[in-house]
C-alpha cells in the first residue's frame, strides 16, 4: 500500500530562515581526575552536548498517533486517549502535520498526514470524539500501517517522523505478528501502556527499536494528558535531526592503549577499523542534552617530566548545520607524582563522578527490577537500598537537583515494591520507563508527576501545566505552539541569537589558541 498523499505542510513561522549554526553545541570535556600518572594509568572524560535553549528555530512536526481502539480500552482509557489528542490538536500550528491511525482486530487510516489548518482542526475533533473501542488486538498491523504513513511521505525536508502508539499492550485475537520485530527505521517510536495488565515490556521493547522513543506507563485511573503534554513539549520544539558525536583515538602518540564508551546509554554505535567511534542520537529538543562517558586506559610513559597527553578529539555534528562544528581535545596532564583522588576534588572531578553514579543507578533499577519479576522481593529491595547508598556520596554544587531526583525515583521504588501485587500493578512500568528514561537521557512519563525526571526541559513544565488546566476545562483556550514560542522570545529576546554567536564565539576562540602555539613554537 503506497499513499504519497501527505499535505504540503506551511513554512516555519519564526525566523527559521535564520542562522542554524550553534543550535547544538558541545562543552569542554571534564575529567574524573586532575591529571593521570606518567606510568599505566586511566581517566574517564566525559563529553555533553546540548542543544539551545531557544525555540526560535525549529523543524516542523509529523506525527501519527496509532491509537488502540481494541475491546479492552473501552471506558476510561479510550475516554482519555479523546482528551489528550484533542489538547495536541490543539498545540499544533499549520507548520506541524498530524494523522490518525486507529487499529483493534486490522488497522485503519483515519486521516492522511495533514497540516493542522483551523478547517482540519475542526474535522479531526470531530473525528477524535467518535472513536469507539471494540475488537481484537494487532500492535503490529497499527504500528506497520503508521510506519507506512510516514515512509510514503513527499515533503519530508527539514521534517522529524514520529509516533505515539497508545495501546493497553494486550494481544488479543489473531494477529499479524510480533511488533518488536517491526524496524522503525529512523522514525522515533513513543509508546503509551494503560493501566494494570498491560504488556508493559512489549510496548517498551517497541519503543527502544526506535532512535530516541521512549516509554510511558498511564496507571489506572490517570490520564494520558500528562506524559502526552510532556513529550509533545519536545516534538514542537526539535532544533536539530542526525545528531551525531564523534570520538577519534590519537593513539600515534602512544599514550593511548584503549578508548571505550562506558555502558548505561541506549544509542545507535559503531566503530570503524581505526578505533574512531561514532554516536548517533538522533533529534535533539531545545534545551536537552546528552552525556557521553569515556574510559581511556593509558600506556606507561618513556618521560620523565610532566606534559599534555592528547587522548582524542571530540567532534559534533547534525543534519542542519551550516559550517563544521569546534572540536574539542580531550587532553590530560600527565606527571611524574599525580594528585591523588580524595575528598578534595574539585567540581568537576564531583560531576564526573556523578555521571558516573547516575549511570549505575539505571543499572541497580534495572537488576532490581528483574529481581522483583523472578518474585524475590527482599533482594530487589536490597538492591535499591545499594543504589541509595551510592548515590550518598555525591557531593555536587547544584543544589543536589539531580541527587534528590534519583533519591526520590528510588523511593517510590521501594514504596512499590511493600508487596509483589502493588509492584507488579505500578512498580515494573515504573522501572521500565524510569531505565529507558535514564539510558535516552530523555523525559517519559511513569505515572508520578510528583517525581520530576531529570530530563525535562521548560516547554515541557510548560505543556505538562497547560495540560492540567485543560483536565480541568476542556473549553478554555489553550495556546498554539506558536504563541508559545512568542512568549518566550518576549521574555528573552537575546535567546535566538545566542546559539549563532556562542557558535562564532568558539571559532574565533579556537583560532587565537592556533595562533598561541604557532607563536610558542617559533620562539622556542
Do not use: C, W
Request: proline letters at 5%; hydrophobic letters at 40%.
Amino acid at each position: 500500500m503506497a499513499f504519497n498523499d501527505d499535505e504540503k505542510p506551511a513554512t516555519t513561522p519564526i525566523p527559521n530562515g535564520g542562522s542554524k549554526q550553534g543550535l547544538v553545541t558541545m562543552n569542554i570535556p571534564t575529567y574524573s581526575k586532575k591529571d593521570v600518572a606518567l606510568t599505566a594509568d586511566s581517566v574517564t572524560a566525559v563529553v555533553e552536548i546540548k542543544a539551545t535553549s531557544s525555540t526560535a528555530v525549529r523543524e516542523g512536526l509529523d506525527l501519527v498517533a496509532v491509537v488502540d481502539v481494541s475491546g479492552s480500552m473501552r471506558g476510561h482509557k479510550i475516554e482519555s486517549v479523546k482528551k489528550a489528542l484533542q489538547f495536541v490538536i490543539m498545540k499544533l500550528t499549520p507548520v506541524d502535520r498530524l494523522s490518525v491511525v486507529t487499529f483493534e482486530s486490522s488497522a485503519k487510516r483515519l486521516t492522511k498526514l495533514r497540516a493542522m489548518t483551523q478547517d482540519f482542526r475542526g474535522e479531526l475533533d470531530g473525528i477524535v470524539k467518535s472513536l469507539i473501542a471494540n475488537g481484537g488486538t494487532d500492535i503490529k498491523a497499527g504500528l506497520d500501517l503508521g510506519l507506512a504513513v510516514l515512509a510514503d511521505r513527499v515533503f519530508t525536508e527539514s521534517r522529524t517522523a514520529n509516533i505515539f502508539l497508545m495501546s493497553d499492550g494486550k494481544l488479543e485475537g489473531k494477529t499479524s505478528g510480533d511488533p518488536t520485530q517491526v524496524n522503525p527505521g529512523e522514525v522515533s517510536v513513543y509508546t503509551f501502556g494503560f493501566g494494570h495488565g498491560t504488556d508493559h515490556q512489549l510496548l517498551t521493547d517497541i519503543a527502544k527499536n526506535s532512535p530516541g522513543g521512549t516509554y510511558s506507563t498511564v496507571p489506572d485511573g490517570t490520564n494520558l494528558s500528562a506524559p502526552f503534554a510532556t513529550l509533545l513539549g519536545g516534538l514542537v520544539t526539535v532544533v536539530a535531526q542526525d545528531v551525531r558525536l564523534t570520538l577519534t583515538p590519537k593513539t600515534a602518540d602512544g599514550d593511548l592503549d584503549k578508548m571505550e564508551v562506558a555502558d548505561g546509554t541506549d544509542y545507535t554505535q559503531t566503530t570503524d577499523a581505526k578505533g574512531e567511534i561514532t554516536i548517533k542520537f538522533g533529534t535533539l529538543f531545545s534545551g536537552e542534552t546528552r552525556k557521553v562517558a569515556v574510559n581511556f586506559t593509558l600506556n606507561e610513559s618513556p618521560d620523565t617530566e610532566e606534559y599534555n597527553a592528547t587522548l582524542a578529539v571530540a567532534r559534533h555534528s547534525y543534519a542542519a548545520q551550516e559550517a563544521p562544528q569546534p572540536a574539542q581535545n580531550i587532553v590530560r596532564l600527565r606527571k611524574p607524582e599525580p594528585t591523588t583522588p580524595g575528598s578534595d576534588d574539585g567540581i568537576e572531578e564531583r560531576s564526573v563522578q556523578a555521571e558516573v553514579v547516575r549511570r549505575r543507578h539505571a543499572d541497580l533499577i534495572g537488576k532490581a527490577s528483574e529481581l522483583a519479576n523472578g518474585q524475590k522481593l527482599g533482594d530487589a529491595r536490597e538492591t535499591i537500598m545499594d543504589a541509595q547508598n551510592a548515590l550518598g556520596d555525591i557531593l555536587l554544587d547544584d543544589g543536589d537537583r539531580m541527587v534528590n531526583a534519583l533519591q526520590a525515583e528510588l523511593l517510590r521504588l521501594l514504596e512499590y515494591m511493600e508487596t509483589q501485587a502493588l509492584y507488579d500493578k505500578l512498580g515494573h512500568p515504573y522501572a521500565l520507563a524510569t531505565i529507558i528514561s535514564h539510558r535516552r537521557q530523555r523525559a517519559a512519563g511513569r505515572g508520578d508527576e510528583e517525581v520530576i525526571s531529570l530530563y525535562v526541559t521548560p516547554r515541557m513544565i510548560a505543556y505538562l501545566a497547560q495540560a492540567k488546566k485543560f483536565e480541568e476545562n476542556p473549553e478554555a483556550p489553550v495556546p498554539s505552539a506558536d504563541e508559545d514560542v512568542k512568549q518566550e522570545m518576549a521574555a528573552n529576546p537575546l535567546a535566538a541569537i545566542s546559539a549563532p554567536l556562542g557558535f562564532y564565539l568558539e571559532n574565533a576562540i579556537q583560532a587565537l589558541q592556533a595562533i598561541q602555539k604557532i607563536i610558542a613554537a617559533n620562539t622556542i
